[in-house]
């Protein structure tokens, strides 16, 4: 449908607001360049032309072909891989900005008068950015991939950060110009990609793995035993023998101890025994079946609920095997909980989920063989004793507290050993500063344009000179001032000289000041046939000074990402180590000094994480400080003897991308609980 003229203009009105607003947030960002910030702006404003002249909605394939169809023209490898990145932005601005984006989507359905508007063809959303981002990379010709990813994550961040008011400003805008919002209910099927995140949880995982349960058993048909409506119901005479034998299992120690099977109370036990009478070696886990109780029966619902978090528990292999002894050891205490108080499983904060929890919690860190006689396993076996004999709500939260107790002397021991690193990570901080000032002082020089060659020597081997001295003896320092004035003296030899009195100078000078350069090329220990590479490309450029022929002219890129002239470091991390006294902390960080993201981590202090290796493997570590200046974490488990400090950018990345986690340990029992609804799901 044709826009009319009003409306061309408000839509004119509302492109123009748009890309100014985009533009000025990319601006404060800091991270673009004018001519850059132009190119994003022209691909936006050609998606929102696109999207706004758009008759029809194209169906389910067409969309998810748009998806890509920016990318049509990127056949390279390195390409592709810009065009996924691109494309995972887009889908986490979506998420991020879903309310904002969503009310300026229903003022664009009555603006363009078109119902059927898909979310993901909204003229000002994400995918419009992408498109403009895409075009800034096409203009700024041949950059390394690293990076154009390094400078997407810090885009993105930026983004993230202030696309909700940018959106909340366009939607007033569209307000107060009487564009009124469309009601959800009138906007057609908003079919689309299928998103790639799993559905939301229920609020109550436990209540929703009951309730499919229940769902199942009532397909089954009703159970014929003769007894009316009693027949789906366990009478009190039948759970009391019930709860009887359970104490006796229980009483026996039948999970580890030979227990003959009798035949009274119509075998319920029997299928729980190998035919001589032994408990499995491996965790048993009880089911109604097994106990010969009728699968309509609400004790059945009771027993198999449990019975599938217990599996999930016992199927884990991150649990530690002494974790799972311990669990399987009360089974039936939580089974004759649960049977008494259904309580169990609505509650969240019920003391008996709680025990589990604070179990899980105690143990992480431990490795997957730790021995049953590890000081913390012997505590849970013990607690776990204590609250088979003891098995009653009082019991439960006394267990609670000592439990409470044990994490308490944890975290106090993870607290005294992250001491001693603290004055390391308050040295890789002070490198951060160092290069960080380098950089700084260095933007003036390359801002003149230099020499290729001596761009490169200035970025990648003056600059360690002038950290070190910055580290060392500050920036007030006489050697401070003389290595940034033998920069100057540098770019001076290079210059065209006319005047007879200034080639007398020049050659004057010319030997103290390479006396200064090759000194402080010693320092940094720079190989010598760098150094003399570096000295015959000086001597070119000094010859010509002297015959007052001007420099080759330095070719510009079509558009400059960067507002600085410095290069970005590359963003791949690298491994590295730091001691001090029989101290030894590992980093995982950059080759170059690289900010912070604008936004906090998704993690805090004390969190449990599962993060890789550098030879693929993955462990457990709890973040144990985040530094106050640069962000740099602290990631801690003594009992691998394994001190990790990892840049926030990386530990963003490896969040993000899923490669680390927070801990699933830390909620066992709930975790537990959403996996056996997951494979029920699929049974």
């Known amino acids: 449908m044709a826009v009319q003229s009003d409306s061309f203009h408000l ?18 960002s800091g991270l673009l360049s004018a001519p850059a910030i132009q190119a994003i702006q022209a691909g936006a404003g050609a998606y929102f032309d696109e999207m706004a002249s758009t008759n029809r909605r194209g169906t389910f394939a067409e969309e998810v072909d748009g998806l890509t ?15 996924i990145r691109l494309d995972n932005m887009s889908a986490r601005l979506f998420e991020s900005t879903g309310g904002s984006l969503w009310k300026t989507h229903l003022r664009f359905v009555t603006l363009l008068r078109r119902p059927d508007l898909p979310k993901s063809a909204n003229p000002i959303g994400p995918k419009g950015i992408a498109q403009g981002l895409t075009t800034m990379f ?37 307000d107060h110009c009487g564009v009124e919002a469309a009601q959800p209910t009138i906007i057609g099927s908003q079919e689309g990609p299928a998103s790639a995140e799993s559905p939301a949880a229920p609020a109550n995982t436990l209540l929703a793995l009951q309730q499919r349960l229940l769902a199942g058993a009532a397909e089954l048909p009703p159970v014929l035993t003769g007894g009316g409506a009693a027949a789906s119901l366990l009478n009190q005479a039948t759970l009391e023998r019930l709860i009887e034998r359970l104490n006796e299992l229980d009483r026996r120690g039948a999970f580890e101890q030979k227990f003959a099977p009798t035949q009274t109370g119509g075998g319920m036990i029997a299928a729980l025994f190998t035919p001589d009478g032994d408990f499995a070696s491996q965790p048993k886990v009880l089911k109604s079946a097994q106990l010969g109780i009728p699968t309509t029966a609400k004790e059945s619902l009771t027993i198999d609920t449990l019975a599938m978090i217990f599996e999930a528990i016992f199927a884990n292999p991150a649990l530690p095997d002494a974790l799972k002894a311990v669990i399987s050891s009360l089974q039936i205490t939580l089974l004759k909980v649960a049977m008494k108080d259904s309580s169990l499983f609505s509650d969240g904060q019920h003391p008996a989920r709680l025990v589990i929890d604070r179990m899980g919690q105690v143990i992480l860190g ?29 019991a ?18 993870f607290t005294a050993a992250t001491a001693p690193y603290l004055p390391l990570i308050g040295q890789l901080d002070r490198k951060d500063e160092a290069a960080q ?15 290729a060659a001596i761009r490169t020597f200035l970025e990648q081997s003056w600059s360690r000179l002038l950290q070190s001295i910055w580290l060392e003896e500050g920036e007030q320092s006489a050697a401070w001032q003389e290595g940034l004035a033998i920069i100057d003296a540098l770019l001076w030899t290079i210059q065209p000289k006319a005047d007879p009195d200034e080639r007398k100078t020049l050659a004057r000078r010319l030997p103290e000041i390479l006396k200064h350069l090759r000194a402080g090329m010693a320092r ?24 007052a022929m001007p420099a080759a002219a330095v070719p510009e890129a079509p558009a400059e990402l960067f507002p600085s002239s410095v290069s970005t470091p590359a963003g791949t991390p690298v491994s590295g180590k730091l001691a001090m006294e029989q101290r030894v902390l590992s980093t995982l960080d950059f080759a170059d000094y690289r900010p912070a993201p604008s936004r906090a981590l998704p993690v805090k202090e004390g969190d449990w994480l599962e993060i890789p290796l550098t030879d693929g493997s993955q462990v457990i570590v709890r973040l144990c400080h985040i530094s106050p200046n640069s962000r ?35 909620s066992l029992f709930e975790t537990a609980a959403g996996v056996a609804l997951q494979q029920s799901a699929g049974r």
């Open 366 to 394: 431990l490795p997957t063989d730790v021995p049953a006689r590890h000081p913390v396993c012997a505590r849970l076996f013990d607690i776990a004793t204590r609250l088979r004999s003891e098995a009653n709500q009082n």
């Open 138 to 174: 096409d203009a700024a010709g041949a950059f390394a991939i690293d990076k154009k990813l390094e400078l997407l994550d810090r885009i993105e961040a930026c983004l993230l950060e202030g696309l909700p008011a940018l959106y909340a400003e366009i939607n007033d805008f569209m």
């Open 524 to 547: 940094i220990g720079l190989s010598a046939e760098a150094e003399t590479a570096f000295l015959d490309e000086c001597f070119e450029l000094q010859t010509r000074a002297l015959r």
């Open 437 to 451: 000032r380098v950089r700084l002082a260095l933007e003036k020089f390359i801002a003149t344009n230099p020499p």
């Open 632 to 666: 740099r974490v602290l990631l801690l488990n003594p009992e691998l003897r394994l001190a990790l400090a990892v840049h926030p950018a990386i530990l963003e990345r490896q969040l993000r991308d899923g490669e680390a986690r927070i801990s699933p340990l830390s």
């Open 396 to 413: 439960f939260a006394t267990v609670l507290a000592e439990l409470d107790a044990l994490l308490a002397e944890r975290n106090a021991s």
């Open 11 to 28: 839509l004119s009105d509302t492109r123009a607001l748009f890309l100014k607003h985009l533009g000025a947030l990319l601006q404060d």
């Open 69 to 83: 169809s920016s990318r049509i023209t990127l056949v390279g490898e390195e390409d592709l891989e810009l065009g």
